[in-house]
Structure formats: C-alpha cells, structure tokens
C-alpha cells in the first residue's frame, strides 16, 4: 500500500512569490492535514480537509490557504513568501473518523532566498 | 486546548541500554495520544498509539509506552536500543472532535557504541 506522498520534495522559492505542494494520501483516507515543522516553532497545525472540507484551521495568517479535492489529493498554497516561511511542510491523511492514527508524507522543504 | 510537553530536549544512551522518553500532556478529557518518529530529511512514523483500554501498548520497533492518567503521562520506552534508534521522537496529543494533533517540542535521542 503505498504512503502519503507529497510533492515537490524539496523547493526554492524567493521573497513575495507563491508557492503550491501537492499531497496525495493513503489509498482510502479522506482526510488530510497539514503541518509546517521549523527549528524554532517545531510542528504547528496548519489546517484539515475531509471531503473536501476545511475542519479545522491552525493559527496561520491568511496567506496559507490550501484545498482538496474530490479524489481527496489536497494542495495547499502560500502567497507573498516570507523568510520565515522557510520550513518542512508535512501532509498527513487518515481515515478521518475522530483523531484516528496520522500517517505522515516526508515532507516538501521548503527555502525562501 | 491541548498541549505537550517533553521535558529533555536530547538524550545519549549507550547501546543496548534501556531508554524512556517522558511526555505529559494537558487536556481536559480523555486524550489520544500517540509517539512518532522522525529521522533525518523524513516525515514522522508512528510508532504507537493510545486511544482507550489497556494502559500498556506496545508499538512497532520494540517499543512501548505507558499512559497514566493520574500523572498525566504517556512516556515511551525501549529495552535495549539499537544504533539505529537514534532519531527525534515526538509524542502527540489530539482530540476527537478537532481534527488535528499537537506535538510536543521533540527528544533527540543519541545512541553511542
């Protein structure tokens, strides 16, 4: 069965520009998440989707915005790029009933110049 | 709202030494909580999880955890480490109606030969 995969894997990007990951979960899951991971703030909550669904939103400004589909592929996206938009970005699926078991892509890195 | 915490922020164990990793968490209700792993350059695996039930669980790689309620606990712990033990764990704490996890700020864990 093949994982949560996410791509690109890693991506350079400069100051003011936007950015589009992509993340395709377990065959079966409908529900992704997705958490950004740096040095200083460690793994924060961005957002969740299910069917297509924002459920639930972290504490991120407005420019992080993200969407799934109805194959529940998701995307997110970050406009106007900041440095401190540099980190991991992590997709995780699951089933999607409750807080069942989180299974993790490894991640798009993401640097800004 | 939920949160973790992991009191050590890097342990060095010898090889074939027991290891444990603390983690307590707040919640106000029953939480899910689980440990994940996460090596270099890679997302996070799940190495268990506790939902309800017995308080013992045991998870892949030879590891184990114990939640205690009273202590508000969920610590991991392994026998005898192996060289390739050696990596960031993270324990997580979610809830069933909010979709997301909060980890707690990560162990890195030094094997020595």
């Known amino acids: 069965k093949a994982g949560v995969t996410q791509t690109p894997r890693y991506l350079i990007k400069t100051r003011g520009q936007q950015v589009t990951l992509s993340c395709s979960p377990i065959?079966?899951?409908?529900?992704v998440s997705w958490y950004q991971q740096t040095p200083g703030q460690g793994l924060q909550f961005l957002f969740e989707?299910?069917?297509?669904?924002?459920?639930n939103k972290g504490n991120f400004p407005g420019r992080f915005s993200g969407r799934q589909f109805s194959n529940s592929r998701s995307e997110m996206n970050v406009s106007t790029l900041e440095l401190g938009d540099s980190a991991l970005y992590l997709c995780?699926?699951?089933?999607?009933?409750?807080?069942?078991?989180?299974?993790f892509g490894d991640g798009t890195r993401l640097s800004i110049l | 709202a939920q949160s973790v915490t992991q009191p050590d922020i890097h342990i060095t164990v010898s090889e074939g030494a027991s290891l444990e990793l603390r983690c307590n968490y707040s919640?106000?209700?029953?939480?899910?909580l689980f440990w994940y792993v996460q090596s270099p350059g890679q997302g996070l695996q799940l190495l268990l999880k506790?939902?309800?039930?017995?308080?013992l669980v045991q998870g892949i790689k030879g590891f184990e955890a114990e939640f205690k309620r009273s202590q508000s606990s969920f610590n991991l712990r392994k026998p005898s480490v192996h060289w390739s033990d050696a990596a960031e764990y993270f324990c997580?704490?979610?809830?069933?109606?909010?979709?997301?996890?909060?980890f707690g700020a990560g162990t890195t864990v030094t094997v020595r030969a």
């Open positions: 995780a699926s699951s089933r999607g009933q409750g807080t069942q078991p989180q299974h």
């Open positions: 506790y939902f309800s039930g017995d308080t």
């Open positions: 919640y106000g209700a029953t939480p899910y």
């Open positions: 065959s079966g899951h409908r529900s």
């Open positions: 997580a704490v979610g809830a069933s109606n909010d979709y997301k996890l909060s």
């Open positions: 989707y299910f069917s297509e669904t924002q459920r």
